[in-house]
Every structure is written in C-alpha cells, then in structure tokens.
C-alpha cells in the first residue's frame, strides 16, 4: 500500500490507477469456489502462486482469469497437460503464456505487465538431476519477483569435485542466498553451508527408496545438520524455498541501493 502511495504522490501512476491497485489489495471471490488474494504481492512482497493440484482445468481457468484481471499476471503451479490447455482455451487476447515445462509452472501476464529488477541474487544447486524440477520451481517464482538467479545442476556429493567451480562463481557473484536442492540422503545443503558465509536453504526432494524414502531421509538430515547458517523448507517445496530465498535477496538488494 505505502509503495502505491508514494508512486501516486511522485506522479508515477495516476489517482485512477492507485485507485485500482489499492482496490485488488483485498481477497477476491470467484462464487463459491475459491478466494484469491490478488493483493498479496503489494502486501507481503510475494505474489499469490495458484496451486493446480486437486483442481479441475475449467476451474483452475476462471481462478487464473480472475487473478490475471485483477493482478496483471498470474502464476500456477504443478500443472497437468490438461489444466495448461483448458487455461489456455480460457486467456484473453491481451494475454501472453509461459510454459515451464521442468517446473510444472505457467505465467500469464498482461502484454503490459513487467516484473521489475530488484538487484536481488540467487544461487541454486541441485545434488542430481532428479531434483531438477524442484529447483525449476524456486528459479521461476525468484525471477518472477525480480531476481537474478543463477543455477548449477547435478552437483552432488558423490562426485564432490563437481561442486567446487559453481559454488566458486555464486560467491564471486556475491549471490545472498543459495539455495540446495537434494534428494537421497539430503548431504549436499550441509556441505555447503560448512563452506560458505551466505545464508542456505535447504530443500528435501521425494527422491529415494527404501527406508526413508519419499524424501522422509533426506529432510530429517537436513534437519539434523550441524552446519550453521541452513534452514529447510518442506519436501519437495521449490515454490516455498524460491520465495523466501528471494525475500532475503530483495530486503538485502533493497539495503544495498541505499549505501
């Protein structure tokens, strides 16, 4: 609210535009089918992420409309092929898609609509390929909200040598956050945060069998790790890591310009 405020005093948009941006900062109802909060972006910083999982495709097309009237742009994840065509079907002329097919995400902005550099950096790595997607998800909602994300895939502890050069780069980068995406036994975020100065985020994957499996091993290593300086997020939780991994970045870039 204060951000609408302050552009409509300097001029940046008009009292009719700080007008309806200060109107979607409320909960919007679609029937009785759901309740989106189109402000929460303006609110928290963090846009609303409309999960597809449970929802059927004609449904999940009115959420996004709605949300893409109100908002400008509406982000989605863990979609189905299904869900991404009954959408698509549903979008207005003015309307533009994007499909990240690792991630499972789509984005449907406005043809106006910019998402703004905030001067925020992100680190993420994966121990294998299999954890990929996670990451996937965490890169689209970092960059979604401003920043600049670099990305170092199938770097784990069971071929240690492989970590060393892009760890190396995001420290050179001064990234302020890194996040690790690991599956398996969950080694690789508290190698990392034993080696570094930059605060880590952890994410467990579903990846691994027997006992322990579905990620269970991997998040109670993560948990346990004596590296200090690691959080962790839930199993499989790319969206959660990617946003709060970004609302370090965007406070720290945020303190940054003003020095």
Do not use: W
Request: glycine share 10%; aromatic share 2%.
């Amino acid at each position: 609210m204060r951000e609408i405020l302050e552009k409509a005093l300097k001029g940046e948009i008009s009292i009719e535009e700080a007008e309806r941006l200060l109107r979607v900062l409320a909960i919007e109802e679609i029937g009785n089918l759901a309740r989106i909060d189109v402000g929460r972006e303006y609110r928290k910083g963090i846009p609303e992420v409309i999960l597809a999982e449970g929802k059927a495709p004609k449904d999940l097309a009115d959420i996004a409309v709605k949300m893409l009237n109100e908002s400008g742009r509406a982000i989605i994840s863990r979609v189905t092929k299904k869900q991404v065509e009954t959408v698509v079907k549903s979008l207005p002329k003015d309307a533009s898609l994007k499909i990240y097919d690792k991630a499972r995400i789509i984005v449907i902005k406005k043809k106006d609509f910019n998402v703004e550099r905030t001067g925020g950096k992100i680190g993420i790595l994966t121990a294998g390929t299999s954890d990929i997607p996670i990451a996937e998800e965490a890169r689209v909602i970092a960059e979604e909200m401003g920043c600049e994300v670099i990305t170092a895939y199938d770097v784990g502890v069971a071929g240690i040598h492989r970590l060393l050069p892009p760890l190396k780069k995001m420290v050179t980068e001064d990234v302020d956050v890194i996040v690790v995406v690991a599956g398996r036994e969950g080694a690789l975020p508290s190698v990392v945060a034993g080696m570094i100065d930059i605060p880590v985020i952890a994410v467990p994957t579903s990846i691994g069998y027997g006992l322990g499996e579905k990620g269970v091993s991997a998040l109670m290593a993560m948990l346990q790790s004596c590296s200090l300086g690691l959080a962790v997020v839930n199993i499989d939780g790319g969206v959660a890591a990617g946003a709060i991994a970004t609302l370090i970045a965007n406070r720290v870039a945020k303190y940054r310009r003003k020095e």
